[in-house]
Structures are given as C-alpha cells and as structure tokens.
C-alpha cells in the first residue's frame, strides 16, 4: 500500500482569517453574478401565458376602435342642436346609449371592416350637418340666399378634399384619422357658437352668462375593484396619508444602463393653495350628501406596468393599454416580464407605483362619478412625465419643464405633500354625470416616481 504524505510547512504559513474573508468575498460575487443574470434573463413564459398575450393586444386594438366609434357617435351628437330626434338622444345617459347598441357594438367588435365604414357613415353625417351650418352663417353674413351659400361652401369643401391626401392605412388607422376629422369639425362649430354669442352680448341681444362651479364634496364611492377587492372611498372628505420614503420597499427594476438626457425648460411653479380655507378629501366621487372639500385627491386607480422604455420619446410611444383598458388583460412588460393590472387603494399622497423602474412606462385606470355634469379643475403632478385621458379624450400631457421634485425629492417638499400640490399643471375637465373612464399615463426616466391627479372646483 502507498502512503500519501502532505507537507504541512506550506499550509502553516496560510493567513487562515484573510483566506477565509477573501473566499466568502469570492463566493458572494458568485452568487451577486448568478442572482444578476437570473434577474436579468426574461423567465420563459408557458404557452397558456403567451395566448393570454396575444388574445389581449387583439381586444386592445378592438376596444380602441370601438371607442373611437362610441366617441364619433358623441361628437355627432353635440353637433346635432335641431330636431326633437337629436334632442332625445342627447338627453340619453352613456350608459343608456351603450344599452341600446350593445348587440349591434357586439357583432361591430369583431370586424374591423364593418367599424370602419360605420366611422364612415357618421363622418359624411357630421360633414354634411356642418355644411348647413356654414351656409347658414355664410347666408346670414353675406346676404346671399342659403341654395345659393350652401353651394359655395360645398365648392371649398371638395376643392379642399381634391388636395388632401387620400386615407390609408389599417381600419384602426384610418378610424383615427376619422376620429380627429371630425373632433376639429365640432371645434370649429364651438368657435362659431362663441363668437357669435360675444357678438350677441356686444349687441345687447342677450347670450349666456358665466357658469358658477359648485363646490366638490366627497362622497361615499362605490366598489371599484371590479368585484375582485371591496375597496369603496373611506372617511368622507379625512385626509390620506403622506408618501414616506421606503414605504413601498420594492427592488429597483433596471438594466442600469440608462441615462435619461433631456433640456430642461423653466422651472413649473406649483400654483398657490388659500390654506385659510383648505378642505382637503381623497376619494374618486362628488356629489351631494358628500362632505366639503376644496381639494379632492384621487387614491384609487388600477397600475399596470412597467413596459419597458425608449427614452424620452417613450412619452409619446403608444403601448397597449393606450388602445383600450382590458383589466383582464396581460401584457409583456419590461425584461419580458408579464404584467396584469393591480388594484391599489391610495393610502398615501401621491400614488407611487410598487415596481420601481427607470426608463419605463406605468399606466393607472381609475373612475370618477359625479352626480351631475361639470366643470373641474384636474391638478396634474408627476415624475417624469404624464398624459392624462378623460372619457378617452386626451386632456393634459406634460412638457419639458423643470419640477420642483426634480431638484428636491418629493416626499422633502413638506408643504406642497401636505397641501396636496405636487402640481406641475393644471386643465379644466368636463366630466358628465355618472361614471368618467381616467387613464393616467407615467413615464419615468431615472430615480424616483410618482403620479397624482387633484380635483379642486
């Protein structure tokens, strides 16, 4: 038998402490490596969760289009002031109107062919409604007979149509160009009923006084979470907690290789709240029977996210959820990770979504009601940049200013967390009575986010 035999002299001079130090050291970044290009490398996604995906961007676009649909239908209708007919249908809640065509909207859903030339049809209707319109106001101006003005107006319409390039494109394309066709129609109407209700007033002939805003309450909101969470407004118009640093405690989500470049424009004051007389509330519903508030932050909302980003461009990059709100829907999401929409209720101003991520896009859905139509002021804040859609209307989007937060962490502006006045801007919404679709829109480039929308009269 053979007998090994060790030489101990070399072992005997070994630091066994620094050795020791040194292999967990080594060991560690072993494990750092193997935990970064776990987290790192996309999870293959079983065939269940990848027809999921697809079944959802095909009801995306699906719903886009039947919402551009539903919106033509209500523009057409605030075009349409004559006939008891129009009347009627005016008078018709949304929900009432959705009722009535839900199987015809049923069968539309699924052929984009058929939308297409139903968006058609209302097009050539509000067009053709328009062209009265203008004839009538040109007859009134001019003195010529109305046969006679209608046929000019038609003369510039078609020489104007002869020029203008001719629609291409998918059915979800060209119902945008619809879309937009006859949103700037009814624009053009609005700016002529207001220029001749100032001509009115200038003549003493009488025109509409100024419109007083009732004060917003906060009342008690219904169930939200779609019938999965009972999470209805709390507390009348008590105030929501403040955003502390950490409170979600959530990893950063990143290949960390990013840098968000951009040109900053002047700073965006935060605009002055009478604290004398501030009442502040939280919830999503105004209406009466609700307790007094001034300022009404909006804690609940649905957050999907985060897609993954293409820099400052990712502001305008159109991602599913901007095609219609599906809150069954899973989408792929930044590091081809799935996302699903998650319900969270606002216990803290502002919202911060729970996955933090940099150079990527968060989405939030929530409802407003009120009890009837009218005006608000939406209060936007945001970290990065925002876009903010009302009943599928675009109604604020953030420029390039600089922001208070930019320069100071947001939960450190003590005054502006208390007041609820993280505000970069502010637009003036009309919301009608009962429920109002809001989808709110967050890009953030680097470091910290956050989104809040503030309703004040």
């Given at each position: 038998m053979t007998r090994l035999h060790f030489d101990d002299s070399a072992a005997a001079g070994i630091d066994w402490p620094r050795f020791a130090w040194a292999s967990l050291g080594l060991h560690g970044l072993v494990l750092v490596a193997v935990a970064f290009y776990e987290w790192?490398?996309?999870?293959?996604?079983?065939?269940e969760m990848l027809t999921r995906m697809q079944a959802s961007?095909?009801?995306?676009?699906?719903?886009?289009?039947?919402?551009?649909?539903?919106?033509?239908?209500?523009?057409?209708?605030?075009?349409?002031?004559?006939?008891?007919?129009?009347?009627?249908?005016?008078?018709?809640?949304?929900?009432?109107?959705?009722?009535k065509h839900a199987a015809q909207d049923a069968s539309?859903?699924?052929?984009?062919?058929?939308?297409?030339?139903?968006?058609?049809?209302?097009?050539?209707?509000?067009?053709?409604?328009?062209?009265q319109l203008r004839a009538q106001a040109l007859a009134s101006k001019t003195g010529l007979p109305l046969a006679k003005a209608l046929e000019q107006v038609k003369q510039a319409d078609a020489a104007q149509a002869a020029s203008a390039p001719r629609p291409s494109g998918d059915p979800s394309r060209q119902i945008n160009d619809l879309t937009a066709?006859?949103?700037?129609?009814?624009?053009?109407?609005?700016?002529?009923?207001a220029q001749a209700g100032?001509?009115?007033?200038?003549?003493?002939?009488?025109?509409?006084g100024g419109q007083t805003v009732r004060s917003v309450g906060h009342g008690n909101a219904d169930a939200f979470a779609k019938g999965r969470q009972q999470a209805g407004d709390a507390g009348g118009a008590s105030r929501a907690g403040v955003y502390t640093p950490g409170a979600w405690g959530s990893p950063l989500l990143d290949d960390f290789s990013f840098f968000d470049q951009r040109d900053y424009g002047?700073?965006?004051?935060?605009?002055?709240?009478?604290?004398?007389?501030?009442?502040?509330?939280?919830?999503?519903?105004?209406?009466?029977?609700?307790?007094?508030?001034?300022?009404?932050?909006?804690?609940?909302?649905?957050?999907?996210?985060?897609?993954?980003g293409y820099g400052a461009r990712s502001h305008d990059v159109v991602f599913e959820p901007e095609r219609g709100v599906d809150l069954d829907a899973v989408y792929v999401g930044k590091n081809g990770i799935p996302l699903e929409w998650r319900y969270v209720p606002g216990?803290?101003?502002?919202?911060?979504?729970?996955?933090?991520?940099?150079?990527?896009?968060?989405?939030?859905?929530?409802?407003?009601?009120?009890?009837?139509?009218?005006?608000?002021?939406?209060?936007?804040g945001s970290d990065d940049d925002s876009k903010v859609w009302v009943n599928d209307e675009l109604v604020w989007s953030s420029n390039s200013g600089d922001k208070p937060w930019y320069r100071k962490p947001f939960y450190a502006l003590h005054d502006e967390m208390r007041q609820y006045n993280l505000v970069e801007g502010r637009v003036r919404v009309h919301l009608h009575s009962g429920a109002n679709p809001v989808l709110f829109k967050l890009y953030n480039g680097i470091d910290l986010m956050f989104l809040s929308v503030v309703l004040t009269p």
């Open positions: 790192h490398t996309p999870t293959p996604l079983s065939p961007v095909q009801r995306a676009h699906r719903v886009q289009m039947q919402r551009k649909l539903e919106a033509l239908e209500q523009m057409q209708r605030e075009l349409a002031h004559e006939g008891e007919g129009d009347a009627k249908t005016r008078e018709q809640t949304p929900e009432q109107i959705a009722e539309l859903s699924q052929d984009p062919k058929l939308m297409l030339e139903r968006a058609k049809a209302i097009a050539l209707r509000v067009d053709e409604h328009d062209r066709h006859v949103r700037q129609t009814l624009a053009g109407e609005r700016q002529r009923a100032d001509q009115d007033r200038q003549d003493g002939t009488g025109g509409r002047p700073m965006l004051p935060t605009h002055a709240v009478d604290t004398a007389h501030l009442a502040l509330g939280t919830g999503r519903t105004i209406g009466a029977g609700g307790v007094f508030a001034n300022r009404v932050f909006v804690d609940s909302w649905y957050l999907i996210g985060p897609f993954g216990n803290a101003y502002p919202i911060v979504p729970p996955q933090r991520a940099e150079n990527a896009v968060f989405y939030a859905y929530t409802e407003i009601r009120v009890d009837e139509d009218m005006n608000v002021w939406f209060n936007v």
